[in-house]
């Protein structure tokens, strides 16, 4: 019989915000990338991309910097999209230049 695992929201939330996808979470947890995967999808939440990997430490540099989004994701060579959710996963508004 297998062990059951109980994940608990306030526990993966955050992982899964910062932009880990279900293999990374799974690790850190010590269980499979399918159980994360199902309990993502029971909690109605998207893939996270793999190859989108964001540096906090840069992200907020360049915020702190008062560069608005696409600015962000052109220094960064990311998507505008992702930078969106990023900065709206750290709760920080949104930021507007005149360029």
């Known amino acids: 019989m297998r062990k059951r695992i109980e994940m608990k929201e306030e526990l993966f939330k955050p992982l899964y915000e910062q932009g880990c996808n279900d293999n990374e979470i799974a690790r850190r947890f010590g269980v ?31 915020y702190a910097s008062r560069l608005d989004d696409r600015q962000i994701a052109q220094e960064m060579g990311l998507r505008i999209a992702d930078i969106w959710r990023f900065r709206h996963n750290l709760g920080l508004p949104t930021l507007y230049t005149n360029s």
């Open 32 to 62: 499979t990338a399918g159980t994360i995967m199902r309990f993502r999808h029971n909690l109605g939440l998207p893939v996270v991309d793999a190859s989108t990997k964001i540096d906090e430490e840069l992200f907020k540099k360049l």
